[in-house]
């Protein structure tokens, strides 16, 4: 079992729709979490940190739930320049960094 | 953007070639990490920094080694380049905040080849 999973997409929606994804990681001590945003053929780049009472940036929400090992990125009112994938990643009790595969969004007009 | 560079962008390479891939940071943070991302895994480390002279190795270790002789650079040596080290490999770079978090921020990335 992968240490941080994602379901690979692709998910294709329209404009304007609202897309949601999840991330199960398999360590319980996992202390923090971040969702990355990697454009194709370019670095990943943070997007934001997940707090355990969940926090919001703009269009965008990330929810962690300790309790059953998931962390989401809700994004609403999509943008074409939201197609990217989407990466979930895990701290565990050190500096390092475990990432899923990540999670392809595709919005179209 | 925080400032990262690396060098060479793009290489191609013979097996067998020994190549170094440089890490440049102007932001003095004490940790530094080498990643390859190939299709179907997820970024996976290679080796990390925390502080000069100061290395360890990560999941895929394996046919690297690294120095860390100032803050600002990062080397990765691959010392004799297989086809199997073709990938993208990204630098990135992280310093301890407040909140222990470890925020990690990218290079652009090196694209190899090995032919």
């Known amino acids: 079992r992968k240490e941080v999973e994602q379901d690979p997409g692709p998910f294709n929606v329209p404009e304007g729709a609202t897309v949601a994804f999840n991330c199960t990681y398999s360590?319980?001590?996992?202390?923090?979490f971040f969702w990355y945003r990697q454009d194709c053929r370019k670095e990943p780049k943070l997007l934001m940190s997940?707090?355990?009472s969940g926090n919001e940036d703009g269009r965008f929400t990330a929810q962690l739930n300790r309790a059953s090992q998931y962390i989401s990125l809700l994004i609403r009112d999509s943008k074409l320049s939201d197609s990217a994938t989407y990466l979930c990643?895990?701290?565990?009790?050190?500096?390092?960094?475990?990432f899923g595969t990540g999670t392809r969004l595709q919005v179209f007009p | 953007d925080a400032g990262i560079t690396q060098s060479p962008r793009h290489k191609v390479t013979e097996t067998g070639t020994p190549v170094t891939l440089r890490c440049h940071q102007t932001?003095?943070?004490?940790?530094m990490y080498w990643y390859r991302q190939d299709p179907g895994h997820g970024l996976r480390l290679i080796h990390y920094?925390?502080?000069?002279?100061?290395?360890d190795k990560g999941e895929v270790s394996d046919g690297y080694s690294v120095s860390r002789s100032k803050t600002e650079d990062f080397l990765l040596t691959l010392e004799s380049a297989t086809s199997s080290q073709t990938s993208v490999y990204f630098c990135?770079?992280?310093?301890?905040?407040?909140?222990?978090?470890?925020?990690?921020?990218f290079g652009p990335g090196t694209r190899l080849t090995v032919t």
């Open positions: 990643v895990v701290r565990y009790n050190t500096d390092k960094l475990i």
């Open positions: 990135a770079i992280s310093e301890a905040d407040a909140e222990a978090t470890y925020e990690q921020y």
């Open positions: 360590n319980s001590a996992s202390q923090s």
């Open positions: 920094s925390y502080g000069v002279k100061d290395t």
């Open positions: 932001e003095n943070h004490r940790y």
């Open positions: 997940v707090y355990s």
